[in-house]
Structures are given as C-alpha cells and as structure tokens.
C-alpha cells in the first residue's frame, strides 16, 4: 500500500505540470493594504459569555473588498497563545501558494507575537469568497467575507443591484471549540454539537435568549438586492430561503452562473453563492423570516436547529403602522434529509459560459484517478476506553489513507527538497482495496495513518455527504453525462451521499495544494490529502521563492 518506514510520513499526489496559462493583463489593478490583529474579545451568545479569538474585535471578522487585478497585502499579527493560519478561500493563489494559509501545508502557523505578510494578486476572478483560519476549529469564530468587485469600468452579468449585502452563516458553541475537539480526539467519540447557527454573528429569535441577537436586512421596495451568501459553518451544510421572496442565483464559488430561480437553496461549508433578491413593488405590511437549519446525511449527532434572520421593509413616510404589528412569515425549508431537492439543485447549476466569461473546460485528460472518501476507524490506544464504533476512534480517510499532518510545512520540505522524513511520494490513485462502496460495508474499518500524497462517497460507517474543497485550483463538476460545455466550476462540491462526483482540472498553478473535506470533524479525523504540482519549463511557469517573514515551525 506504499507505507513508508518514515516516522510520521506525509503521503502526497505527484501531479506533473502540463500547461500554465496565466495571461497578464495589460490594465493592473491596484495594491490594497490590510491589517489582521488576532485578539481574544468577549462575545456573549444565548445569554453565555465567552472569550473568542477574532480579528480586530469584529464577529464575524472584517470584510475584504478588492476588484479583480488587485494585490493585496494582508499583514497578520497574532496576539493570542494559540497558534494562527489563515486561508483566503478560493483565491487561486497562481504561483504565490506561500500565501494560501492551511498550517503545516503551505506554511508554519503564526506563532505568539509574531507576524507575516500574505502576498498575492487576485487573477481572474470575480464575485465573494471568504476568508478563514486553518488550524485546529479556531475557523468556528475567525472568518468573514471576501468581496472581489469586477475590474473597474466592467459591468455584472446581470443588471446592477441595488445594494449588496454579505450574508456569513457560522456556528456558535457556548464551550471553547479549541476544547471541543480536543476532547474528542482524547475519547475516540465523535465531538460535542455546536448550540446555535448564526447569521452573520447573530442567532436568531428561535433560540433562548436572543431576540436582540437577530439579523434584520431592511429592505425597499421595488429593489434588487445582490445577497453574498457564504457558508462558513464549521460541520453542516445548510438550506436556506426567506419566506414568500423567490432568490435568482446568480454566481458561486466566484464564478458566474447561467441564471436561475429557486425559493430555497442549498449551500455546504465552504461554498458561497451569490443570489438576486427583487423585493416586492409596494410595502406588504409584513415581515418575513430568512432561515437556515441543516442537510443531514449521516448517522451521527448534529445540531437539529434552525438560525432565523428577519427581512424587514422599511416604513414609507409618515406611516402610522410598525412593522412589529405586522405578521411575520415563515418560509418551509426541505426535510433534514431531503436528498431529492440537493441532487436537483446541484443539477441545475450551469457555468455562464459566454463569449466574456467562458467557460475552459479541460478536453483531453493526462491522467485519472479514482478516489473513495467516507469514514472509518482507528485502534484505541492500550490501556484506553475509546468512544467510537466498537470501542474503537473514529478516524477518517481518502483511499483508506487518514492524513497525517506533518511538523514540518509540505511546501517548504517540497521546495528546499527536503521531503526526507516529512513525506512520501507514493498516495494511491486507486482504492487500495475495492469494495462495494455504497453497499455491504468491509468487515475491516480500521483505516492507514500517513502523510501520503472521479470521488466516491463510501458505506464503511454509513454514507454520508462530503464537501471537498480543493485548494489552488478550481475544478469543473462533471455530471453523469460528462457536460462538457457548461459544467459548473467551483472550488468547494458536495460529494453526494452514497453516490460519486467527477472532477476535472488543469494542473497550471506549481505548488503543494491541499484537499479535504470542508466538515471539520471529518477534517480532522484524516480526510484530507495534499497534491504536489510540479515547476514548468518556463519562468512564469515556476513557484516564486518563499517571502523572507515565512513563519517557521
């Protein structure tokens, strides 16, 4: 199975590097400038006071806006006692994957008093991504959103909104997540649930103390409305709708979308999209609730509750009626496990593919793979009670491998050739043992710890749902019938439950790049692994050297 006698071997994907098209353009964008103080500050929650980590005080953490063109320089300082990462979500990253941010992948995390300067430049693309820490679950309260706007003088696809508003769904837990996890991962036992949902920080009145706490979008009539949805929960994917309003989606994962309408939309970690909100043409003398509760697919415990914002118009003048006299409407969401509705809107999803934002499906493929994704198990330790299957600890995998996070960053061992010792070249590209994998589950769970370098969802604990979220790339979704004229493209796809998704991409940006599944637990039980893309020939074919403030480990 390509085990190597290393201590702690890191198995990687050697992926050669074909062609890199990265076109300059001739009208640069600008250079912006921010500055992330990570700080703890108390945040009360359901009535429950705790210190989080965050970013310059704000919860969720500040937006960033820049257009397409634009080189942004993103100094972190960490001021906390845990160490720091930061991912920029879905930015490309094209030869800068010293600033992609996953700890102990591209860099050593920002340690206690120490800083460093992400550096890159956004090209190609345009829409909302977001930003998050990557390390450990410190993700659960350091987040916001990434707004890149088209390059200056470039109209949308689609006729210009009124006003634009984020819209960041998280998770709340009234217990430290650092302790959450780390608890878990002492008892073999799947974590504690999060106590809450939120809208951009705020619960919402369905839950015990928190009518206050409750996101209000204030509305006119008669406008269009560019909602930037993004779903940065740490573990559930999540339906969405706002009651008796239809939603135009417009663009997801920073890509444009041929456009379409829906009353509820599905949206997994690590996913964002980009909806039309055209409000009614006169005040309804109504309010009308916006909800999200989960999309459950697997066998375990999760946070069964439902996150409520309020759309509310605003009062025409010299009204003698407020809206608390109003009634308030509920949208109906689809059942928990509502599978049908996930695989038909998956479906009709279709990249714009215009003649000014087409869509460059790869034709011929160089090379495949075959990958198995789901859950499994790993052996107690002696003399330890564990709380998983059979008294076993859960664990997680890609091909059977459950990823072992290395001490040393895989970028750095890769760049310098100091691979020796950090990881082996040899993951497989196949299952290494083929098995109905959505049937009758192997008698054998126990997966194969390493740092090891077409996806199919596996029945070994019972099929379950997984967003892989593939870092420095973005990828066409190749349905059943292979569309290869205007697959979606996007960065983050929801492997479905006990099913199987094809990807396709273009191996053009030279780096070490990590895939994973966007569910946290899963994430950290081992199911992720870590592609090498090798320099090309040519200059701008090659990975810049590191910048001199790289953290070290």
């Not at 206690?112 to 829409?127: D, E, L």
């Not at 949308?156 to 997540?177: C, L, Q, R, S, T």
């Not at 991962?185 to 809208?199: E, K, L, R």
């Not at 090891?452 to 604990?461: A, F, G, P, S």
């Amino acid at each position: 199975m390509g085990v190597s006698l290393l201590p702690s071997p890191a198995f990687l994907v050697f992926f050669s590097f074909f062609t890199f098209c990265l076109l300059v353009d001739p009208v640069l964008g600008i250079t912006r400038h921010y500055k992330f103080d990570v700080k703890l500050h108390n945040v009360t929650r359901l009535c429950h006071t705790r210190s989080i980590i965050s970013v310059n005080g704000q919860f969720p953490g500040p937006r960033i806006v820049a257009r397409e063109g634009d080189q942004l320089l993103i100094k972190v300082v960490n001021h906390v006692h845990n160490n720091v990462s930061i991912h920029w979500h879905g930015i490309r990253q094209l030869r800068s994957g010293w600033a992609d941010g996953p700890a102990y992948v591209t860099q050593c995390p920002i340690q206690t008093g120490q800083s460093y300067v992400y550096n890159f430049t956004i090209v190609g693309q345009r829409g909302t991504l977001f930003w998050h820490a990557h390390i450990s679950w410190l993700r659960a309260t350091l987040y916001g959103p990434f707004v890149i706007l088209p390059k200056r003088g470039v109209p949308y696809p689609f006729a210009k909104p009124y006003k634009e508003v984020p819209i960041v769904f998280g998770e709340w837990f009234n217990a430290d997540p650092e302790a959450v996890i780390s608890q878990a991962f002492q008892t073999g036992g799947g974590p504690n649930i999060s106590d809450a949902y939120t809208i951009n920080g705020l619960p919402g009145p369905l839950y015990n103390c928190s009518a206050k706490d409750t996101f209000k979008l204030k509305v006119k009539p008669g406008k269009t409305y560019l909602l930037r949805l993004i779903n940065a929960a740490l573990n559930d994917e999540l339906f969405f709708s706002i009651a008796n309003h239809t939603l135009t989606a417009v663009d997801v994962d920073a890509i444009y979308v041929k456009p379409f309408e829906t009353e509820t939309l599905l949206i997994t970690p690590g996913q964002t999209t980009n909806v039309i909100l055209k409000t009614k043409p006169s005040y309804p003398n109504a309010t009308f609730f916006m909800t999200a509760r989960p999309y459950v697919t697997g066998q375990g415990t999760f946070d069964n509750s439902t996150v409520a914002g309020i759309l509310e118009y605003e009062s025409p003048p010299n009204s003698l009626h407020s809206s608390k006299m109003f009634p308030l409407f509920k949208p109906i969401l689809p059942a928990l496990n509502d599978t049908s509705f996930a695989t038909n809107f998956a479906s009709r999803l279709r990249s714009l593919a215009s003649a000014q934002y087409p869509a460059n499906v790869p034709q011929k493929v160089d090379k495949h793979f075959f990958f198995t994704v789901g859950l499994g198990t790993s052996p107690c330790q002696h003399n330890q009670t564990c709380q998983g299957p059979n008294g076993t600890k859960f664990a997680a995998s890609v091909n059977n491998i459950s990823f072992t996070m290395p001490t040393t960053a895989l970028l750095q061992a890769h760049f310098f050739g100091q691979s020796n010792g950090v990881y082996t070249p040899d993951f497989p590209g196949t299952p290494t043992i083929p098995f109905n994998y959505t049937g009758t589950p192997p008698d054998n769970t126990v997966v194969i710890n390493g740092t090891k370098l077409v996806m199919q969802d596996t029945n070994i604990l019972g099929a379950e749902s997984h967003p892989l979220h593939l870092h420095g790339f973005n990828f066409f979704v190749d349905p059943a019938k292979f569309n290869l004229i205007d697959p979606i493209e996007r960065n983050t796809v929801g492997v479905p439950s006990g099913g199987w998704v094809a990807i396709r991409f273009l191996a053009d940006n030279p780096g070490v790049w990590f895939m994973h599944c966007h569910l946290e637990v899963h994430t950290s039980w081992g199911l992720k692994m870590a592609w090498i893309v090798l320099d090309g020939e040519l200059p701008t074919q090659k990975l810049l050297p590191p910048p001199a403030d790289l953290p070290k480990c």
